[in-house]
Nanobody, 126 residues
Framework: EVQLVESGGGLVQAGGSLRLACVGS????????IGWFRQAPGADKEGVGC????????RYEDFVKGRFTISRDNARNTVYLQMSSLKPEDSAVYYC???????????????????WGQGTQVTVSS
């Protein structure tokens, strides 16, 4: 069974940091690009960034550039989302998703991802 499990969410004050983890199982993790998405109440799901499967290059949406960093440890089937300088508007449920392929490019569009985790809540207080 294919699974993606996020962890590391919680409550943090504005300006603080959190590190989310996404652990994959039931598939060949190395073959998949991993994306991070988020959804705030009443809002559409939006992309945060992603990391390729091959060269581990990353791409970020403008609103997190310089604050968030994505990395992966294929030996642990894990991708991390390090979030710093958090703002109240970063509060959302954060999801990771896996896209087959993506060796040198990872897509920003959610529908292109094959598998999704259940999400982890991040709340940033002002």
């Amino acid at each position: 069974e294919v699974q993606l499990v996020e962890s590391g969410g919680g409550l943090v004050q504005a300006g603080g940091s959190l590190r989310l983890a996404c652990v994959g199982s039931g598939f060949t993790f190395d073959d998949y690009a991993i994306g991070w998405f988020r959804q705030a109440p009443g809002a559409d799901k939006e992309g945060v960034g992603c990391i390729t499967s091959g060269d581990k290059s990353t791409r970020y949406e403008d609103f997190v550039k310089g604050r968030f960093t994505i990395s992966r440890d294929n030996a642990r089937n894990t991708v991390y989302l390090q979030m710093s300088s958090l703002k109240p508007e970063d509060s959302a449920v954060y999801y990771c998703a896996a896209h087959l392929g993506g060796r040198t490019y990872c897509p920003s569009a959610g529908p292109l991802y094959d598998h999704w985790g259940q999400g982890t809540q991040v709340t940033v207080s002002s």
